[in-house]
């Protein structure tokens, strides 16, 4: 498959396509096929150099995408995710979700496929610092 890799630290010249093997999941993994993948703060961090990923993590940019679940994650025995479910994070054709940080479309589409590669890692961001915590309610002022 091809990805979208950081060939040495630096601006968006940097970003370069490489052909890797499509990942295999795990137990509690599903396989997607990206359909729109966002690109956000911590993205241009990694590529700039000053946010290496954490150890065990891909060494290729992105935190969220969405798409398709993949054929391939039927062997798995995934309960709760089904071929042509979407999945909401990477940086390639696949990519390897834990299952845990999935969320289908709720039976409806209430975004469109690049809205939902777009909105997570910043939108979970801010409702964790603001609802978490800053413990934000009702009749609360900050």
Not at 29 to 52: M, T
Not at 68 to 90: F, I, N, W
Request: charged share 20%; aromatic share 2%; glycine share 12%.
């Amino acid at each position: 498959m091809t990805v979208v890799a950081i060939s040495k630290p630096g601006g968006p010249e940097v970003l370069v396509p490489e052909t890797r093997s499509v990942p295999a999941p795990g137990p509690d993994e599903i396989l997607i096929k990206v359909h729109a993948a966002g690109v956000n703060r911590p993205d241009v961090a990694q590529r700039s150099g000053s946010y290496p990923p954490p150890p065990g993590a891909s060494d290729l940019p992105g935190l969220e995408v969405a798409g398709e679940v993949s054929h391939s994650a039927l062997a798995y025995k995934t309960q709760d995710r089904r071929p042509g479910d979407v999945a909401g994070g990477r940086r390639r054709l696949r990519a390897i979700l834990h299952r845990a940080g999935c969320a289908g479309d709720g039976g409806a589409q209430a975004l469109s496929i690049n809205e939902a590669g777009a909105i997570p890692e910043t939108l979970m961001t801010v409702w964790h610092n603001v609802f978490e915590r800053g413990a934000l309610a009702p009749a609360k002022r900050c």
